[in-house]
């Protein structure tokens, strides 16, 4: 009857490891999937009218975004995991609704700034202000709401939020010097 047990608890752990695994493949694979929808969106933009915009100063080459982003979205996606695998709670399922709200805010904002610039110029990148400042409070909110559930997954958020705190500053300044 031990070896029973013993063997129903090791297929329970298995499947939970199994789970558990499935679902952090499941964050990554859909924020690398925005990431590169928004890579697909934005390139003809940055090698059109982005490469003929006034930027601020502050503006780094072209070449740092993609590895930024990437391992942006990698640490996301393990915060979301990390509060996901806590037993399920009210905090756990507010932490995570709020995650996929900046989620799909962050999925917006690269057609809006890198699409409505180049279709309609100055507006389009107010419209994508707009945006990117809603998402700087959705983050700052998953921050503190990921802290509710584990303090490693909102530690694991901030840079995240600092990057896009960052981005922010980039899309007012150019929309600025838009006009």
């Known amino acids: 009857m031990t070896d029973m047990r013993t063997a129903t608890t090791t297929h329970i752990a298995d499947r939970s490891g199994l789970r558990s695994g499935l679902a952090l493949l499941g964050f990554l694979s859909l924020s690398l999937l925005i990431g590169l929808v928004g890579s697909l969106i934005s390139q003809p933009a940055i090698d059109g009218w982005y490469a003929d915009a006034a930027k601020p100063m502050w503006t780094p080459p072209n070449a740092v975004f993609g590895p930024v982003w990437t391992v942006l979205y990698g640490a996301m996606s393990i915060a979301a995991w990390l509060v996901w695998r806590r ?93």
């Not at 990057?163 to 010097?177: D, E």
């Open 87 to 179: 037993p399920a709670s009210p905090e756990r399922t507010r932490a995570l609704t709020v995650y996929g709200v900046q989620l799909a805010l962050n999925a917006i904002w690269t057609p809006a700034f890198f699409g409505l610039g180049s279709l309609i110029g100055g507006p389009g990148l107010w419209i994508a202000l707009a945006i990117i400042v809603a998402l700087d409070f959705a983050v700052l909110a998953s921050i503190i709401r990921f802290g509710d559930v584990s303090r490693t997954a909102a530690v694991l958020m901030v840079p995240y939020w600092l990057w896009v705190l960052y981005a922010t500053t980039l899309n007012a300044a150019i929309a600025v010097l838009a006009g």
